[in-house]
Nanobody, 123 residues
């Protein structure tokens, strides 16, 4: 059974940084793309970033390009989201995701979701 557990969320001031972590279990994650979605208050869920199974390809939403960096450690079954220059509009619940399709690219589709971690950016 695939399980994704996020951590690292919290309250940060505008301009600050946070690093989210996602611990994956239940299968060999090195064969699967992973990513992060977010859903802000009153907003639709948005694919923020994704990373291919090998780590060789990534994608980012325009709203976070140059500020967020996704990475993965396949030996540890971990994926990370380094967030810098945070803005109040980054406030959202952030979800770690993965796909059921092996050897896939970073853009999805994604099938499995974690429970989410709250990120709040204050002005």
């Amino acid at each position: 059974q695939v399980q994704l557990v996020e951590s690292g969320g919290g309250l940060v001031q505008s301009g600050g940084s946070l690093r989210l972590s996602c611990a994956a279990s239940g299968r060999t994650f090195s064969n699967y793309a992973m990513g992060w979605f977010r859903q802000g208050p009153g907003k639709e869920r948005e694919l923020v970033t994704g990373i291919s199974w090998s780590g060789g390809s990534t994608m980012y939403a325009d709203s976070v390009k140059g500020r967020f960096t996704i990475s993965r450690d396949n030996a540890k079954n971990m994926v990370y989201l380094q967030m810098s220059s945070l803005k109040p509009e980054d406030t959202a619940v952030y979800y770690c995701v993965t796909t059921q399709r092996s050897y896939s690219g970073p853009g999805g589709p994604y099938d499995y979701w974690g429970q989410g971690t709250q990120v709040t950016v204050s002005t």
